[in-house]
């Protein structure tokens, strides 16, 4: 079966250090992937997806994650984290032929940044 | 993503209340999505509607009733809940099945 893995249900990273919260995912073929971030109280919004093509994916809010399909990874980074970055990220996986709109997510990682 | 609404917002009800959520995106979009978001858990998909016909159905019980009257609305009614269906739902739509999906905010439902 289809799993997505985020091994750290909490993060905590000072302002202005890197940031990279880690996913694996689980699946035969050739995945869409996705990251979507959530702050308190509000829905999910799309920071980056990787279908194809270029293994490094740029995102907004200066976040990227590159896609490694030796390591079955799609680990996001951003180089400086900002203290408006405190919430709560979630990594997604979709069968990249499957037209069904199934996304997989994983349980999510908090963000907490210490000034 | 101020494209997709939900309504209410928040929810309380008792076991024995009828209630619907709304749902409505101004995308233009085809695909509509019911998800359930609990505490310490995934975010489940729950349904799929594509050009207003349910796809998916993720073995949700009998007392969540979707209904997608058009591309642009999406109702989730409840009936009978139990405390264990308490949780964020969550709406979001795509241009077609296997695009990115928007999501709206959300209705956190507490069944008391």
């Known amino acids: 079966a289809q799993s997505v893995t985020q091994p750290d249900i909490h993060i905590t990273v000072s302002e202005g250090a890197s940031l990279e919260l880690r996913c694996n995912y689980s699946?035969?073929?050739?995945?869409?992937l996705f990251w979507y971030v959530q702050s308190p109280g509000q829905g999910l919004q799309l920071l980056l997806k990787?279908?194809?093509?270029?293994?490094l994916v740029q995102g907004i809010k200066g976040f990227e994650a590159e896609f490694k399909r030796s390591q079955s990874s799609f680990n996001l980074r951003k180089p400086s984290v900002h203290w408006s970055d405190a919430a709560e990220y979630f990594c997604?996986?979709?069968?990249?032929?499957?037209?069904?709109?199934?996304?997989?997510f994983g349980q999510g990682t908090t963000l907490q940044v210490k000034p | 993503e101020t494209g997709v609404t939900q309504t209410p917002r928040h929810l309380v009800m008792g076991m024995t209340n009828k209630k619907s959520l709304k749902c409505e995106q101004h995308?233009?979009?085809?695909?509509m999505y019911w998800y359930k978001q609990s505490a310490k858990k995934p975010l489940e998909l729950m349904f799929v509607?594509?050009?207003?016909?349910?796809?998916e159905n993720n073995s949700v019980p009998s007392r969540f009733s979707p209904e997608c009257p058009n591309s642009s609305h999406l109702f989730l009614h409840l009936h009978t809940l139990q405390p264990e269906d308490s949780a964020l739902y969550l709406c979001?739509?795509?241009?077609?099945?296997?695009?990115?999906?928007?999501f709206g905010p959300g209705t956190r439902l507490l069944v008391l």
């Open positions: 979001a739509s795509s241009l077609e099945r296997k695009e990115t999906q928007y």
């Open positions: 699946y035969g073929a050739t995945p869409y």
């Open positions: 990787y279908f194809s093509g270029d293994t």
């Open positions: 997604a996986v979709e069968h990249g032929s499957s037209n069904t709109g199934k996304l997989i």
């Open positions: 995308l233009g979009h085809n695909a």
């Open positions: 509607y594509n050009f207003k016909e349910q796809t």
